[in-house]
């Protein structure tokens, strides 16, 4: 059996599927994302065609252009059409773009920014680390970084009082997947990985949700593990130890400094948050 299979309570999956069709307000994923995301996977795609489907969306398009003009591409030049925008980025980056543009209504909804803002961090965080320490596909990883807490506007959404009450007992030192499976009966990482596969998503991405908090348990490790890295350093307030020393043990490359690291994504995310703002 599978690390990744062995792992999952089917009765809190089954009850995280359950929370999702129940929901009546959960947004779902614009066709023009889902024809868009479909092409990029298609490896006979070409960006002409990529940019006739976004066209048709003028949010998306305007929030796209606005997204590669930011200080965090550092294009020398203003960029004013989509096909060229998309020429530039490649079928990769413009993947994540659009993945973003896609969720940040839903991640905007009950919560305010914070949420939002620490998706961005963990998201920029976790290709930089891919990128850097050369270690998995930095764009994959920007994808997997953007939607590692999409469970928790699952959580939210269902009943924000019961969330704050959660957020009130991880303040004074509760887990919070155990506070979480005792409120709802499941936790936002078993919410994210129905999310994505209802979303039809591909299952990767919700194995590195489903193990974020313990890369150890998924059976592919690297992409959560990355996803576990940055989500820890780029957290509100930095918590200490850092991260489980299990885990650290258990991974192919070593994070000596977490506090440089942390200050140096948090310095690279925020033109990517204004320019999402």
């Avoid at 489907?53 to 004013?80: C, E, H, M, R």
């Amino acid at each position: 059996m599978s690390k990744s299979s062995e792992n999952i309570n089917p009765a809190a999956k089954a009850k995280a599927r359950q929370a999702i069709e129940n929901l009546k307000e959960l947004p779902s994923m614009p066709a023009v994302v889902v024809q868009a995301l479909n092409l990029i996977d298609d490896p006979n795609a070409n960006i002409n065609r990529l940019a006739e489907i976004i066209s048709t969306d003028i949010s998306i398009t305007t929030q796209i252009l606005k997204l590669v003009n930011s200080a965090y591409y550092g294009f020398p030049s203003q960029i004013t059409t989509i096909n060229k925008a998309l020429a530039l980025l490649g079928f990769n980056k413009v993947k994540g773009l659009i993945m973003g543009v896609a969720i940040k209504p839903m991640m905007l909804s009950d919560h305010g920014k914070v949420l939002w803002h620490h998706s961005l961090r963990c998201a920029v965080g976790a290709r930089y680390l891919a990128k850097n320490l050369r270690c998995g596909d930095p764009e994959e990883a920007f994808i997997f970084g953007l939607l590692h807490d999409i469970g928790k506007t699952v959580l939210q959404i269902q009943n924000i009082d019961a969330y704050k009450e959660i957020q009130k007992l991880v303040t004074i030192g509760a887990d919070i997947l155990d506070a979480e499976r005792t409120f709802y009966g499941f936790d936002h990482t078993d919410a994210g990985k129905a999310l994505v596969e209802k979303w039809n998503l591909p299952m990767i991405i919700g194995i590195g949700i489903a193990h974020h908090h313990n890369p150890l348990k998924a059976e592919e490790i690297t992409s959560a593990s990355i996803v576990y890295v940055a989500d820890r350093i780029t957290q509100d307030r930095l918590r200490y130890p850092v991260f489980k020393q299990e885990i650290i043990d258990a991974l192919d490359y070593e994070i000596p400094d977490p506090e440089g690291m942390r200050e140096e994504i948090i310095r690279l995310s925020q033109p990517i948050i204004d320019a999402f703002s």
